[in-house]
């Protein structure tokens, strides 16, 4: 993993594992390695004000430690600020596993990963993303009970981020369009995996115009032909004239290159870290005109069922739970154009606020 030599010689401004860990406030990070099982992994807690910090593990072939760290550095925070603004006790963490999911995942590694998790004795609760299955779970909860979205249980959080994503996309249409109806609108979603399956299946159901686009060819066909979807190219995603644009892939793809070709009124998906720089990419989506639903306000469905899990509550709570999302995400958009803030700013301080206010409540007396 990523070595720091000499670090009693290394001021921590120069180091650039703690320059990131300040940068965005974390608390800890955990590097796991283990030559036996192939284990490579980084495990992230931003914040526990609000409880033990809840996040998944995703499993990804990065291109470098760096790039591993800066995501899960990134995603860990966007858990914390996605807890707080869902009204849930929970803190925020994330965990990255460096590698090949369909090819170098086995009962070992898992087991391996589970036993760091369980090093941290409950300050991080894991769960699957990207790349990791609920059977992956099972897998780590033989070595650590820190662990939800388990088969039997919550399970499989998909379904619940899915509808939570589309009922905050409603929010946006009915802001931006004077109807929540998305009956013949013109839906892209990028990125047809778990989540954004289930979110091409409540799009057809309304009669929405749909347009997919992901780098597994036979997802893609599967999908295009169950829902009637039409598959564009994965060059040719931000050429497409659409209403909504849903990414529900990887982060960062508003960019500066993305913005000016992009042809949407609405960007509303389940990825994660969708604007490449907050404080660049959001300003400008509102100057161009676009509501943009804060990703870790509109992907909340997915911890909620996790943290129904946690609670030990009935699944039927983590969809009515899930519903809440379309007023949270109406209250930001309406706040954004009453304040002339971006959307990503208000939904900032939301969480930022509740963090403030619960923060004091735990002082000692």
Known sequence: MIEVKNIQDTSLAENPVIAQMSKFNHEQLLFCNDNETGLKAIIAVHNTVLGPALGGTRMWMYNNEMDALTDVLRLSRGMTYKNAISGLNLGGGKAVIIGDSRSMKSEALFRRFGKFV?????????????????????????????VVGLPGKSGDPSPVTAHGVYVGMKACAHEQYGTDSLSGK????????????????????????????????????????TYGATVVGINEVYDVDMDIYAPCALGATVNDDTLSRLKCSIIAGAANNQLANESVHGVKVMEKGIIYA????????????????????????????????????????????????????????????????????????
């Open 186 to 225: 013109k839906v892209l979603v990028q990125g047809v995996g778990h989540v954004g399956e289930y979110l091409v299946a409540s799009l057809a159901k309304e009669g929405a115009k749909i347009y997919i686009s992901d780098i597994h060819e036979e997802t893609l066909k599967r999908v295009a032909s």
């Open 118 to 146: 369980n090093s941290l004795g409950g300050k991080y609760i894991t769960a699957e993303d990207v790349g990791i299955s609920p059977i992956d779970m099972t897998w780590v909860n033989m070595e650590t009970d820190h």
């Open 294 to 365: 804060p990703d870790f306000a509109l992907n909340a469905g997915g911890v909620i069922n996790c943290y129904s899990e946690v609670k030990s509550l009935q699944s039927s709570w983590a969809l009515n739970k899930a519903e809440e999302i379309y007023t949270t995400i109406s209250n930001i958009v309406k706040r954004s154009k009453n304040e002339g803030i971006p959307t990503y700013q208000i939904a900032n301080k939301m969480a930022e606020e509740r963090i403030e206010a619960i923060g004091k409540v735990k002082l000692p007396l």
